[in-house]
């Protein structure tokens, strides 16, 4: 199975500022056929089930605010708050989708300081 | 409204069964492959099965291969996951999600979840 691994394990960030997650797999999730690196966000709020926030690793899901954005390739992925607000904390997840099982991160805590 | 609804979560004894269903409404439910996803208390996301568009390929979790399955009837828009020889590691929220294109197993829309307690 792939393994994903994020960090930090929980991130405090003052309103307005940026808010920055790494998420990296134990194996390359980019398909050359099409170059498209097969890795997904999502948020979980306080009980709430997970949103689907970037596929693709930098796609946006319609209706998720432009202040989130994707990035990285191959087994380096960012996911990048870029002003902080209230409403965005969450715990955070990365999962790949380039092979089964799909698998997901241990989830990143993001709080306000 | 594109939805999924689960239902059928409760408290069982060890080596017990449970079966938990999946409404879909919103749309067309026999083009879509949908997942199983599990949250043990305090813990992570665990992906748990996924069963293709038309039913045709079933993939579990080595934790649960052989004691869970997942099912779908289109004509009542219908997803299920018949548990059977459940452990206390199994115990918690089970979401079912659908996936947004086939064989793409990232999920778009999810559930509230269904909570499954596995205790004597």
């Known amino acids: 199975d792939i393994v994903m691994t994020q960090s930090p394990d929980s991130l405090a960030v003052s309103l307005g500022e940026r808010a920055t997650i790494t998420c990296k797999s134990s194996?390359?999730?980019?398909?050359?056929?099409?170059?498209?690196?097969?890795l997904a966000w999502y948020q979980q709020k306080p009980g709430q089930p997970p949103k689907l926030l970037i596929y693709?690793?930098?796609t946006r899901e319609s209706g998720v605010p432009d202040r989130f954005s994707g990035s990285g390739s191959g087994t380096d992925f960012t996911l990048t708050i870029s002003s902080l607000q209230a409403e965005d904390v969450a715990v955070y997840y990365c999962?790949?989708?380039?092979?089964?099982?799909?698998?997901f991160g241990q989830g990143t805590r993001l709080e306000i300081k | 409204q594109v939805q999924v609804v689960e239902s059928g979560g409760g408290v069982v004894q060890p080596g017990g069964s449970l079966r938990l269903s999946c409404a879909a409404s919103g749309f067309s439910f026999s083009n879509y492959g949908i997942h199983w996803v599990r949250q043990a208390p305090g813990r992570g996301l665990e992906w748990v099965a996924v069963?293709?568009?038309?039913?045709?390929?079933?993939y579990y979790a080595d934790s649960v291969k052989g004691r869970f399955t997942i099912s779908r009837d289109s004509s009542k828009n219908t997803l299920y996951l018949q548990m059977n020889s459940l452990r206390p590691e199994d115990t918690a929220v089970y979401y079912c999600?659908?996936?947004?294109?086939?064989?793409?197993?990232?999920?778009?829309?999810w559930g509230k979840g269904t909570t499954v307690t596995v205790s004597s």
């Open positions: 999600a659908r996936e947004r294109n086939p064989e793409l197993y990232y999920m778009d829309v």
């Open positions: 069963i293709w568009f038309d039913g045709s390929n079933k």
């Open positions: 194996q390359s999730v980019l398909y050359n056929s099409n170059n498209k690196n097969y």
């Open positions: 999962q790949q989708y380039y092979r089964t099982p799909p698998t």
């Open positions: 693709w690793a930098s």
